[in-house]
């Protein structure tokens, strides 16, 4: 024990406060950017206001402000659902772990994909390209349309016009295959992403919040290549800096068939 003032602090309370206050730096990483921030102040505003209430000796509304605050544990699961479900999404998920194709076979998709995108980009086809893994997109698989084709940039291309059938929706490839067509992303809901990005990129942002995804966005008005992981956007990628981003994330990786990648894309006009 180490003597601090009148208090002894030991090895065990070190521990325990070095673990809280890493608890509450997460937190804040945690609930940075959304709503959550504002609703926690609006909770603590709450609490402060029946302190001085109760100090006051108004017994009526602290009365009432009290039983609001017996149910805000309750108020506090309902305000930040999404937040909570993110969260256990992440801790139960190890993207370290992760695998997607054998090193040959991840090269040959990027190629074909990096190719699809120069095309895509040059012509304004808006487009949107997902890499995940398999498990935690199989609930879009299912509600697409079954394809069973290889991966080739000139596919990809023509499932993106928008003269055709399958072009609003997703795309899903898996084990070098195209498996399905015609399946949804969910949008971001985080009101730091900028208004000069519309549907297309909230969806891209939306389904890296949620899923551990690399995804690469295609802008119908501009062209302009964006890339997101893990809730963040990076936009003006250059076909060169893509395909190092690509390569870095996938090439170098040793992957597994019981991970997919995914491409996607919102038949909306956005940035």
Same mark, same amino acid.
């Given at each position: 024990?180490?003597?601090i003032?009148?208090l002894?602090?030991g ?10 206050a ?10 940075k950017?959304t709503?959550?921030? %504002? #609703?926690a ?7 402060i ?5 109760g100090? +006051?000796?108004?017994n009526t509304?602290?009365t009432?402000l ?13 305000l930040? %659902?999404p937040?909570?479900?993110?969260? +256990? ?5 190890n !993207?370290? /772990?992760d695998r997607?194709? $054998? ?5 040959? #998709?990027?190629?074909e994909? @990096? ?5 895509? $980009?040059?012509n304004?086809i ?10 935690s ?12 084709a290889?991966?080739?940039s000139?596919?990809? @291309? ?9 072009h ?11 498996v ?7 949008? $971001?809901?985080?009101?730091?992403i ?15 919040? !949620?899923n551990?995804v690399? @995804? /690469?966005?295609v802008?119908?008005e501009?062209?302009?290549i ?5 809730g ?7 076909? %060169? ?7 870095? !994330?996938f090439?170098?990786q040793?992957?597994?068939?019981? @991970? #997919?990648?995914?491409? #996607? %894309?919102t038949?909306?006009n956005?940035?």
């Amino acid at each position: 024990m180490f003597p601090i003032g009148f208090l002894e602090f030991g090895i065990k309370d070190f521990i325990e406060t070095l673990i809280i206050a890493l608890s509450l730096v997460y937190l804040y990483r945690w609930v940075k950017g959304t709503f959550a921030i %504002q #609703a926690a102040i609006g909770i603590l505003f709450v609490i402060i206001i029946n302190v001085i209430i109760g100090i +006051l000796g108004f017994n009526t509304i602290n009365t009432i402000l009290s039983q609001i605050l017996d149910v805000g544990v309750i108020a506090v699961i309902i305000l930040f %659902q999404p937040e909570i479900r993110k969260l +256990l999404y992440r801790l139960g998920t190890n !993207t370290n /772990l992760d695998r997607f194709f $054998s090193t040959s076979s991840a090269y040959k #998709a990027i190629d074909e994909v @990096v190719d699809a995108v120069k095309e895509l $980009s040059k012509n304004k086809i808006g487009a949107l390209i997902v890499f995940a893994r398999t498990s935690s997109l199989q609930d879009l698989v299912d509600a697409g349309v079954n394809i069973d084709a290889d991966v080739k940039s000139e596919l990809i @291309v023509t499932i993106f016009r928008k003269e055709t059938p399958l072009h609003d929706g997703a795309i899903v490839i898996r084990g070098n295959r195209i498996v399905a067509a015609s399946c949804y992303l969910p949008i $971001s809901q985080n009101p730091n992403i900028s208004n000069s990005f519309g549907t297309r990129h909230r969806a891209a942002v939306g389904i890296s919040e !949620t899923n551990n995804v690399f @995804v /690469l966005v295609v802008s119908e008005e501009t062209g302009r290549i964006s890339v997101a992981r893990n809730g963040a956007l990076t936009s003006g990628l250059t076909i %060169q800096k893509l395909r190092a981003e690509m390569e870095d !994330t996938f090439g170098t990786q040793h992957f597994d068939e019981d @991970v #997919a990648f995914t491409s #996607a %894309q919102t038949d909306m006009n956005l940035n």
